[in-house]
Nanobody, 122 residues
């Protein structure tokens, strides 16, 4: 049984930082891309970032480039999303996901975390 547990959200002022984590159990850690998505109130879920293990390529949406980074803790089967210089428009529920069935930037993933709330105040 594959399970993703994401955590690390919270309330922060604009310009602050948060680090989200996604721990994966039940499968080989590096066998499939892992991505982060977010859903703001009243909006569709949107792509944030994705990490491809085999090629070590990471994709980010344009609005977070230079502010968000991805790192990996192989010992803990955990992927971290470091979010710096946060803006109010980053406010959303953030989800990690793995095992895409199409493009890694689409929402077509088999497994999802439960989501963690990020709130950025101005």
């Amino acid at each position: 049984q594959v399970r993703l547990v994401d955590s690390g959200g919270g309330l922060v002022q604009a310009g602050g930082s948060l680090r989200l984590s996604c721990t994966i159990t039940g499968r080989t850690f590096s066998s499939t891309p892992l991505a982060w998505f977010r859903r703001a109130p009243g909006k569709e879920r949107e792509f944030v970032a994705a990490h491809l293990w085999r090629s070590s390529i990471t994709y980010f949406r344009d609005s977070v480039k230079g502010r968000f980074t991805i790192s990996v803790d192989n010992d803990k089967n955990t992927v971290l999303l470091q979010m710096d210089n946060l803006k109010p428009e980053d406010t959303a529920v953030y989800y990690c996901a793995t095992e895409p069935t199409s493009d890694v930037r689409s929402t077509d993933y088999v497994y999802w975390g439960q989501g963690t709330q990020v709130t950025v105040t101005s």
